[in-house]
């Protein structure tokens, strides 16, 4: 006990418990205010610590009394310890130092640079590169569009959009911030699920409205889709672009989440939902639950929008799902105008930890086989593939363009832009640059006008970056790109092309006898059906 005491579990506790009894008697001898502060402060300690000490319903503080209490303080400041002196420069957690000071200085305008040489292990399995050409070519103009949908609503679509964040997920000064940034750069924002809000129409960008299983923004008092205020809201001019949003990659098959305190009473209104409550949508949704009905309630948004392309967004789970979607596209004559892609690796303020680690399908995986399944039935030229997940260069836009993406959407590395530090403090309401909170006293430190610029910078920069690797391989635009630019390290011995990395597929395979190497195209076509997105022989439970 004395050794606990003198140098152990206790000796803070003595040592607060003397500093009071010295106080005590520094008020006796000489009384003054100080003395008195004293006083306080270690009675306070003192009560905390022998409050530990008789208490048993926490053994850490229990034995360590006082001392134990430490323990929080290092687990609130945990993160920004590691990210400011422990974590490695190349450590993904989810985005590495180097990574984040990329999108720092692109933001900023700085060239981005590194001096003596990669630090990349290049002969570690599953590196990657694009490879050169000995007849580059110089690209003057990096502005790389093509056209989304048909008739006089498509879309010019650049290389690069902002992908989903929501009202309420982050903050009005973030949403104007975004928007602006847009509308600097001549790209899109993706509203994410919160609808569209007046701070997305205050920054003047174009939008893309993805609309949810909630139906946030057209939703009925009974919280079913509303045709009326669809049309009422898709009318808008700034809105260039519906999306069905049908799962989401960080938690494929789980609603969306915004927790009662993020809901005040403007992003209630916004979605027509009760203020002051979690917003928790629904998995999946009731205005459709098969494939031709998806296809009819996609064709009626495009009715109702005055023909502007309509898509979808998934992260890809059971490979029969979607081909018995493509399968009724065939059957029907019905498209999407455009599929987005988002990958398990996929980031969220909120959602439950195994489906952040262990539900869905990785982005390139997922590409692949959306691409393989439209090439194989013919639809790759009429559908477009957008990609979004785990992404923030110039290189990842390529690759995933080689392997059948058209555009880019990004979301973490634009909060970057604005200024995001990575705290991972997104759903507390608490973020300490403003972005992810709706908490005036907090989101008032951004600044729209120099975050729009940061934007539109990064924009505009990582499509120089694109511009220069693309010549360097001697091609003019990313959609000229395919799985033969881009090589693999399988082994350190093996190399292989992507194209011989993943199974090839030859346009309209399914009906002209071309080349097939995907199984599970083979497999599943001849069972699925238009009626369910279920296999017939799983339907039963067997």
Not at 207 to 233: H, N, V
């Amino acid at each position: 006990m004395l050794k606990d005491l003198l140098w152990g579990r206790y000796t803070l506790l003595a040592l607060v418990t003397l500093g009071l009894a010295a106080t005590v008697v520094w008020s006796v001898v000489l009384p003054n205010a100080f003395s008195l502060l004293g006083i306080t402060v270690f009675g306070l300690a003192c009560v905390l610590g022998y409050q530990d000490l008789i208490r048993t319903n926490h053994p850490v503080r229990t034995n360590y009394p006082l001392l134990g209490r430490l323990r929080y303080f290092f687990e609130i400041v945990r993160p920004e310890l590691r990210q400011y002196f422990w974590e490695d420069d190349d450590d993904e957690l989810p985005y590495s130092r180097n990574q984040r000071a990329l999108v720092y200085q692109r933001a900023k305008g700085i060239h981005a640079t590194r001096p003596f040489g990669s630090i990349r292990a290049m002969y570690e399995e599953g590196h990657s590169w694009l490879a050169h050409s000995l007849d580059p070519i110089q690209i003057d103009n990096p502005d790389f569009r093509f056209m989304v949908g048909e008739g006089p609503q498509a879309y010019a679509m650049s290389f690069l959009n902002i992908s989903g964040m929501s009202f309420g997920a982050i903050s009005p000064p973030a949403i104007e911030a975004l928007s602006a940034g847009a509308k600097l750069g001549g790209f899109a924002q993706n509203t994410g699920e919160g609808s569209v809000s007046t701070y997305h129409l205050r920054g003047g960008g174009d939008l893309i409205w993805q609309i949810s299983t909630g139906y946030f923004g057209c939703r009925g008092a009974d919280g079913r889709f509303s045709e009326a205020l669809f049309r009422e809201r898709a009318q808008h001019s700034a809105i260039k672009m519906i999306e069905i949003k049908l799962s989401q990659g960080a938690k494929p098959g789980h609603g969306g989440m915004l927790l009662a305190p993020k809901v005040t009473r403007e992003i209630a209104d916004t979605r027509g939902i009760p203020s002051g409550q979690d917003c928790i949508s629904p998995a999946k949704h009731s205005a459709f639950s098969t494939p031709n009905q998806l296809l009819e309630f996609a064709q009626r948004l495009r009715e109702l929008s005055g023909g502007k392309p309509v898509g979808i967004k998934l992260c890809v789970g059971h490979p029969w799902e979607v081909i018995a979607l493509v399968k009724a596209m065939v059957e029907t004559q019905q498209v999407v105008d455009f599929i987005t892609v988002d990958g398990s690796e996929g980031g969220t303020g909120a959602a439950p930890v195994e489906f952040v680690d262990h539900l869905g399908m990785p982005l390139r995986d997922g590409i692949v086989l959306i691409d393989n399944v439209l090439r194989a039935a013919g639809l790759r030229q009429r559908v477009h593939i957008g990609a979004s997940g785990k992404l923030v260069s110039a290189w990842d836009m390529i690759r995933l363009s080689a392997i059948g993406a058209d555009w880019i959407n990004m979301a973490r590395p634009f909060m970057f832009a604005l200024g995001c530090i990575q705290a991972r403090d997104c759903s507390s309401g608490h973020c300490p640059t403003g972005i992810t909170t709706m908490d005036p006293k907090r989101y008032r430190a951004l600044d729209v006008n120099t975050r729009a610029t940061r934007v539109a910078s990064f924009h505009r920069h990582t499509l120089e970056a694109v511009a220069e690797m693309l010549g360097a391989a001697g091609i003019d635009h990313p959609l000229r790109l395919n799985r033969r630019h881009v090589e693999r390290r399988l082994s350190g011995s093996e190399i292989k092309l992507a194209d011989e990395v993943y199974p090839k597929v030859a346009e309209g395979a399914l009906f002209n006898g071309g080349l097939n190497e995907d199984r599970r195209i083979t497999q599943y076509w001849p069972l699925v059906s238009g009626e369910s997105f279920a296999l017939p022989e799983l339907s039963s439970g067997d």
